[in-house]
């Protein structure tokens, strides 16, 4: 018994061991990636990387690898990064805000820290949070960027990183205006036409928007999709921002116009009570989908639009052709308002000892027109040059997904209306807890009133500073 | 008993074990269901995911994998070795430890045991989540950031396997043993590594898969902790993949990840959950 | 506890009193660097108003119990500990049923159950599985387009079943896969330490002709009392934090109306602005309420353990 035991024992320890060991051993460099050596035989080491100087390391915050890519094609391929300065990617994903704490730590103690952060990158709905802070750079003061430079960026990607006292704070290299991609056999169908610029005389306001929500009902189809839907394009319009000069939470009469319509559409059917993303709401895109339209922005079109519209997914061998599921069905209008929706910016970190090459690389992928308009045409994504944009919406390019419309050009069109003057720091929380406290009340578990309280309480978790209305 | 009863029972026997079939089906049935799901839509391209659930799997889960493996910053293979080894260490060192502190109050009288047996069920009824921020603080200034050590270290102190390890002794491990070996001159430390610790086995195997997997899918911690490229563990990878751009972002490749993740963690419980069963079965016989 | 010995053994024991210090010093080293001190700060900072506006810190200010006032004031923290309360019970009650099933079943030797060694590897397979990722394939699962839906539209019903738009539903699914997560692990404790138990005992209870279910309530249950007890005190503390299924399953915000959203959940949103204040408040509160019902748990359960123990 006593021999069984041992044995046993040892077997465990060892199969452990031999587990640990041959995992380290066997997968030991096919990571040609990873700059620095792993240790060896994994044992925990506390050592920090590359012990270079942190002027000759460029050290740059993300949340993901959308900048990194742009960045490695656009600036390092051809050349522009000096031989002797090392890069230094800090991912941290964005989940449970991950991100923003690690981030804000670090600034917190970049002026003792050996390492500094040169940019960092920031989305829309928190960018305020930054830009109000002395931990980010002025463009144009610190870092050096002239209006000249500037000049061709969309205005709105500027009043997003501009603060209080009127400082430029950051710059992006995508703009993402909004618009509304509808269903041409759908159009047809009820308005008689698929043409945009009819299309879009329906649509040019949110009564004639409502009106054309009934017609779609008694047609049997349904004007969106999920509740989310049309979110933006109101929060993108509020007189005023959410918070007053006093602290207190303000809810724009705008917000109470997207609640009163979302509640009319759930209880009458006009949409199908999805959320964004939802595999729902995927499918409401997709060749069985009886949805009219969606609020869509640049980077939305090519590739989730186009990919959920497919019956054989390309990825299975189907073709991106008209044929396969409902490509080349969609086309896009302005729709009731404009507004913007997604983009990244990049920020200077005060305490950057790098600031010639941060400068490079900001005049190089936000302002070089060549650069933009490379980008565009590589990736599709919608870039923030508009003589670049201009220059495409001109030419003869077409989408075939979308039947053959230039949808560029209606970008080139759409961004300028942005306007972007009443963002706040705390917008993030409020976009969040404004969504999740209202569908309670869609979904029918609470009144009006107790949906509102709901959501002051969150936010006020979220921003203990701010204060209810009285 | 005659013949007549016998049958009976035998045929009340046989009601009861199909009843009990019935009911494993069902809860087998509950069980692996998800495994089913993660499974079918590892196998699925993104839209098609979009596209709403299907019973039967897509054919793309070559392309789902091609794009895992070919992602450079995905270190997928680097981050299952960091996995595996944080998480084997913490289960050996946690295990061990909390033996070792269970026997020190089991076995031994002084001034302090109620005070630390106390102090410990004390600390085993604190949640972990709010002092995480002000850990993560002191790593920092440890200069331990980018280390294991933050995530392997902490579990010699885990309050709920002490806890185990006491009970499994109160009902296994009289103290006269402890007395025979030391009437047969045999050192405490030496008493407990030879005599105590395969005593304990059963126990140990059981926590050693239970911390094993807590480590092995614990998200929070290393991500506030580590971020150089190759010391990331999977489950920062998942979060990295779910948060990817929207030009990036691929439900697919996360439920391939998702499946990739858990195929060694499966391996190493079908593997040690044989020795479990055992050992169990040997500490029952008692010789 | 009893082990404390006859005055013969006392004498013995002094001397190897120091071994017992030398056995637990690493876990109160690793205690002292690892938890106690974050812990410490957390406590202390419950005093005082601390949070962060963006990247501005308000305070540290000292304000005394102002915190624990607020929050019971205009916290709804009673809402959220009933909330906690019946999603755990949901859970457990099952769990503990299911798993003294199992458990009795898979030793019973009379029953011989084929194939036990598939079902006891089976059933601990969902507690395998990273509770995110367990969430996103439940979330999956009971979509309104999902698979459970397309079962009962077949079945006749007209338009989906919303389940996490109402409240019963969404409490029922976070206990399901707490239900599901757990009941895999209680049952191999509660195997092993009926296993554990001397056979012999089992033998001369079927000679004194017991049934199954007797020697099940008169034998087994009595000596598994220490193992019955850590799962109750486990899952008590652990249904207590219970944070990853709900937050991920609910998306943060323990909807609908709040009702999904447990004390843990509530602490995370404080840590969003490190409001270490009103979060160091929640948790001393948490602290309290586990210690409370863990030592009433532990008490009322050894004192019966020990009656047992003598008679025996």
Sequence with gaps: MKMHKRILAFAMVSLMLILTITACGSNQTPNAANPAPSSQGGEPSSETPPASASDKTLRIFAWNEEFQSRFNDYFIKPGKLPADIQVEWVITPNENNAYQNKLDAELRNQDSSDNKIDIFLIEADYAAKYVDTDYSLDVKADVGLTDADLKDQYKYTQEIVTNTSGKLKGVTWQATPGLFAYRRSIAKDVLGTDDPAEVQKYLSDWDKFNEIAVKMNAKGYRMLSGYDDSYRTFANNISAPWVDANDVIRVDENMFRWVDQTKDYTDKGYNNKTALWAPEWGADQGPEGKVFGFFYSTWGINFTLLGNSLAVPLAEGGKAEVGNGIYGDYAVCEGPESYYWGGTWICAAKGSDNIDLVREVMLTLTSDAATMKQITLDTEDYTNNQAAMTEIANSDYQSAFLGGQNHIKMFAAAAPNIDMSNISKYDQGMTEEFQKSFKDYFDGNVSREEALENFYTAVIEKYPNLKKPA | ?287 | MDEKGSPRKKSRSISYGKWGYLFIAPFFLAYLVFSLIPLISTFYNSFFERYMVGLDLIGPTFVGLENYYSLFTQGDFSKYLSNTFIIWILGFVPQLLVSLLLAAWFTDLRLRLRASGFFKTVIYMPNLIMAAAFSMLFYTIFADAGPVNSVLMSMGMESPYRFLANIGSTRGLIALMNFLMWYGNTTILLMAAIMGIDPSLFEAAQIDGASSPQIFRQVTLPLIKPILIYVMITSLIGGIQMFDVPQILTNGNGNPNRTSMTLVMYLNKHLFSENFGMGGAVSVILFLISAVLSLIVFYSFTGKMQRGGNKA
Excluded at chain 2, 116 to 128: C, E, S, Y
Aim: hydrophobic share 55%; net charge positive.
């Design chain 2, 1 to 287: 008993m005659n013949s007549r009863a016998k049958n009976a029972a035998q045929r009340s026997l046989s009601v009861r074990r199909v009843f009990c079939y019935i009911f494993l089906i069902l809860l087998t049935f509950l069980s692996l269901f998800s495994f089913y799901i993660l499974v079918i839509n590892a196998t699925r391209s993104h839209p098609d995911i979009q596209k709403g659930f299907s019973f039967l799997p897509g054919k793309s889960l070559i392309f789902n994998l091609k794009n895992l493996f070919t992602n450079q910053n995905l270190p997928v293979l680097s981050s299952l070795r960091n996995s595996l080894f944080i998480s084997a260490c913490t289960a050996l060192v946690g295990t061990y430890f909390s033996a070792m502190t269970a026997f020190g109050i089991h076995a031994y009288n002084f001034r302090f045991k109620k005070f630390a047996f106390a102090f410990i069920m004390m600390v085993m009824l604190v949640p972990t989540q709010v002092s995480a921020l002000g850990f993560v603080r002191l790593m920092s200034t440890m200069g331990l950031r980018n280390s294991f050590i933050p995530l392997i270290l902490p579990s010699v102190a885990a309050p709920i396997v002490f806890f185990f390890m006491k009970q499994y002794m109160e009902s296994t491990l009289p103290i006269e043993i402890i007395e025979a070996a030391r009437i047969d001159g045999s050192n405490e430390f030496h008493t407990f590594n030879r005599i105590v610790l395969p005593i304990m086995k059963p126990a140990m195997a059981v926590q050693a898969i239970f911390m094993f997997v807590a480590s092995w899918n614990n998200y929070f911690m290393p991500a506030l902790l580590l971020d150089s490229s190759n010391k990331k563990t999977l489950p920062i990878l998942i979060a990295q993949l779910r948060s990817a751009d929207f030009m990036k972002f691929d439900m697919g490749q996360v439920y391939t990840l998702v499946a990739i993740a858990i195929v060694p963690v499966i391996i190493v419980y079908l593997l040690l959950s044989k020795f479990i069963v055992r050992g169990v079965a040997l500490g029952s016989v008692k010789g």
